[in-house]
C-alpha cells in the first residue's frame, strides 16, 4: 500500500482565504496584518481575559518517545478537526518549527498526513520572521556585549570570562559551539571563547514565550543576566540599554500567527522552544488568545510528559495562571515496543511481549499527569503495523488504571480518524473536575523544586550536584533567584538522565552538572548530564532529499 507524502498531500490541498479562517473565530478583517493569502498576524488586542476561564485547554503530550517521534502534532490536528466535526468550536495553538530538525533528522512540526497545518512549506520554513526576530534580537545583545568590552566611552568594566550569553543561529551546526572570537588584531575585539546555541534554545525564544505583553517583554529583556564586572557587580541587559533595541526587533514575532488546518479549521502557531534543553511549549500570548476566541484549545509540549508536559504545567501553566481540563498522553505501539527492548530495525515487527514489557514507561506517564490532578486519554497513534493483540492490550491495561484509551488515526483519515479521542476528550472534560495543582511552590528552596521533579516526575531515588552546580546556586541565591521556576534540561530519550535506560528505569541517580540563569524568564535551568544546546546534523542530513523545480515547486519537506 502506497501514501501520498505530508508535502504532497499538502500541496495537494485548497486552502482557504485567512480572511475566510478568521471569520470562524469572529476576528475582523481589519485586525487581520496579512502575510499573503493564508498566513496573518493577529493583535495582543484580542485576548479577553474574562473568556479564558469559560473555555476549555487541553494538553497534548506523550509517552517517552523513539528518536522521529510519536506524532503529537499530528494527533493535535487531528483531535481539532474531530473535535469540530462532533460540533465543538476548536482552535490548535502550536509551536513554530525550527530549521534545525527540518534539515536535520526528525523534521517539520506542521502535523502529518491528513493532520497537518496548511501551508506546510511556509510554516516549516521562514514562516513570517518570528524565527529570525529571535536570533537577530539575541545576537544584537552579543553584539553590544563584545562593542562594550572594546569601547572606553561607558565601558562597563566586564570581566570577559564571566559572560553566560551566547549567540545563536537556528541550524544544527557542532562546529559553531566552542569557538574563539575577537581574532585578528585589535580593530576587531577582544579575544574571548564564545559560542553558538541553536534558536529555540535562546532566553529571547524562553521570554517570548513567558511574555504577556509589550510592557512585560521590555522588563524581562532588560533582565537578562549577562555576566560580571571584574569587581564581582552583576551585569544585566539594561545596563548596556538593550532592551528597547531588541524589543523593536521583537515588535512583530510578539504577534501570533494564524493559519489553517487541512479541513480548513483554524490554527494559532506561536513560539518555538524545545523542551529538552527549553520549555517545549508555545507562547502564553497566544495560548491565551486561542482560549479568548474557542471553546476547546488543543496546544501540544514537546518531547515526552517528563518533559514537555512537566514544564508545561509548573512553569506556563503557573506562570500564566491556566487551569487545564485534560491531558492526551500519545502513545504508539512501536514506542512500547521500544521501551519493551526491541531494536529499531525491529520496531514495524508485532510483538505483544515487547508491548507488554514497555508498557510500564505508558503507566509511568500516566501516574505523573495525575499528581496535577488531572485525568489522562491516551491516544493510541495508528500505525500500519500496529497488531490488533498489541492495541487491545494497551486498551485494557489503561482501562485497569481507569483512563480511557482510544486507537487515533487521523494521520490517514484527518477529523473522521480522531472522532473516538474528541469524544473521550470531550467526556473527560465534562466529567472531570479539574482543579490543576503544580508539583511545587515557586517560593520553595531550589533544591526541593529540582528534587522534587527528579524524584516524582523522573522517577530518581537521588539527586546528585556537581561541584559547578553547588556554585551555580550559590550564586542562585546570591542573585535573589530562589522563587524562580525550574526548566529541566535533559535527555528526551529516557526517564533518567542516562539516554540508554529505557522503559521505567528505577534505582537510578540524576546528576545535576551545572545550572543556568534564565532571568528574563524566570526560570533556572539544571543542566542533567551531557546536555547540548547545539545539535549537530546527523550523517545523512534530511537536505540532502529535498529538491526545488523551476517552478519553485518543493519536494522532500517533511
Excluded at 479577553?48 to 476561564?53: H, K, L, T, V, Y
Excluded at 497534548?60 to 483531535?79: D, H, M, Q
Excluded at 523593536?248 to 494564524?258: E, G, M, R
Excluded at 494559532?268 to 502564553?284: K, L, R
Aim: net charge neutral; hydrophobic share 40%.
Amino acid at each position: 500500500m502506497s501514501f501520498k507524502s505530508d508535502i504532497e498531500i499538502a500541496q495537494d490541498a485548497t486552502l482557504i482565504h485567512i480572511k475566510e479562517i478568521a471569520k470562524k473565530i469572529n476576528i475582523d478583517e481589519d485586525d487581520l496584518e496579512l502575510y499573503g493569502k493564508y498566513k496573518a498576524k493577529l493583535p495582543l488586542s484580542l485576548i479577553d481575559e474574562g473568556s479564558i476561564e469559560k473555555n476549555n485547554l487541553v494538553l497534548v503530550t506523550a509517552l517517552t518517545p523513539t528518536p522521529a517521534g510519536e506524532g503529537k502534532t499530528t494527533v493535535s490536528i487531528g483531535l481539532t478537526e474531530g473535535l469540530n466535526k462532533i460540533g465543538k468550536q476548536a482552535i490548535s495553538v502550536l509551536r513554530e518549527p525550527s530549521l534545525g530538525p527540518v534539515f536535520g533528522m526528525k523534521g517539520g512540526a506542521a502535523g502529518g498526513g491528513y493532520s497537518q497545518v496548511v501551508p506546510m512549506e511556509d510554516i516549516n520554513l521562514h514562516f513570517t520572521g518570528d524565527f529570525n526576530a529571535v536570533e537577530k534580537a539575541n545576537n544584537l545583545l552579543s553584539a553590544l556585549i563584545d562593542n562594550n568590552l572594546q569601547s572606553k566611552t561607558g565601558n562597563l568594566n566586564i570581566d570577559p570570562r564571566t559572560i553566560l550569553w551566547k549567540r545563536v543561529i537556528d541550524m544544527n551546526d557542532r562546529a559553531l559551539r566552542d569557538i574563539t572570537i575577537g581574532l585578528g588584531g585589535t580593530g576587531n575585539g577582544i579575544p574571548r571563547q564564545e559560542g553558538f546555541n541553536i534558536t529555540p534554545a535562546s532566553e529571547i525564544m524562553a521570554i517570548l514565550c513567558m511574555t504577556t505583553g509589550f510592557k512585560d517583554l521590555k522588563q524581562r529583556l532588560g533582565d537578562i543576566f549577562i555576566g560580571f564586572t571584574f569587581d564581582k557587580k552583576p551585569i544585566f541587559a539594561r545596563d548596556l540599554k538593550a532592551e528597547h533595541a531588541m524589543a523593536i526587533l521583537l515588535k512583530d514575532a510578539i504577534k501570533p500567527n494564524l493559519v489553517q488546518t487541512l479541513e480548513g479549521n483554524p490554527a494559532i502557531i506561536h513560539g518555538g522552544p524545545f523542551a529538552n534543553i527549553a520549555q517545549g511549549t508555545n507562547t502564553i500570548i497566544a495560548t491565551k488568545m486561542g482560549l479568548s476566541l474557542s471553546n476547546y484549545v488543543i496546544t501540544e509540549a514537546g518531547f515526552g510528559a517528563d518533559l514537555g508536559a512537566e514544564k508545561f504545567l509548573n512553569i506556563k501553566c503557573v506562570a500564566a495562571k491556566l487551569n487545564p481540563k485534560a491531558v492526551v498522553l500519545v502513545a504508539t505501539i512501536r514506542a512500547l515496543r521500544h521501551h519493551g527492548g526491541t531494536k529499531a530495525i525491529a520496531y514495524d515487527t508485532p510483538d505483544l511481549e515487547r508491548v507488554k514489557n514497555g508498557f510500564p514507561n505508558l503507566e509511568k506517564h500516566i501516574e505523573n499527569i495525575r499528581k496535577f490532578q488531572i485525568e489522562p486519554v491516551v491516544a493510541i497513534n495508528s500505525f500500519l503495523s500496529d497488531s490488533e493483540e498489541e492495541v487491545k492490550f494497551v486498551i485494557d491495561s489503561c482501562a485497569k488504571m481507569g483512563v480511557q484509551a482510544v486507537v487515533m488515526n487521523g494521520w490517514e483519515h484527518g477529523g473522521e480518524g480522531a472522532l473516538d479521542l474528541a469524544k473521550a476528550v470531550v467526556k473527560v472534560v465534562g466529567e472531570s473536575a479539574t482543579e490543576f495543582r503544580p508539583l511545587y511552590d515557586w517560593k520553595s528552596p531550589m533544591k526541593e523544586k529540582i528534587e522534587k521533579i527528579a524524584t516524582e516526575i523522573y522517577g530518581a531515588v537521588r539527586v546528585n550536584y556537581a561541584k559547578k552546580a553547588l556554585l551555580n546556586l550559590k550564586r542562585i541565591e546570591r542573585l535573589g533567584y530562589n522563587d524562580f521556576a525550574v526548566c529541566m534540561a535533559k535527555t528526551q530519550r529516557s526517564f533518567s538522565d542516562d539516554a540508554t535506560l529505557i522503559g521505567r528505569p528505577t534505582g537510578f541517580t540524576i546528576t545535576v552538572r551545572e545550572i543556568e540563569i534564565a532571568a528574563g524568564a524566570r526560570f533556572v535551568i539544571p543542566i542533567l548530564g551531557k546536555m547540548m544546546r547545539m545539535p549537530g546534523l546527523p550523517p545523512i542530513p534530511a537536505s540532502t532529499n529535498m529538491t526545488i523545480d523551476d517552478d519553485g515547486v518543493i519536494s522532500g519537506l517533511s
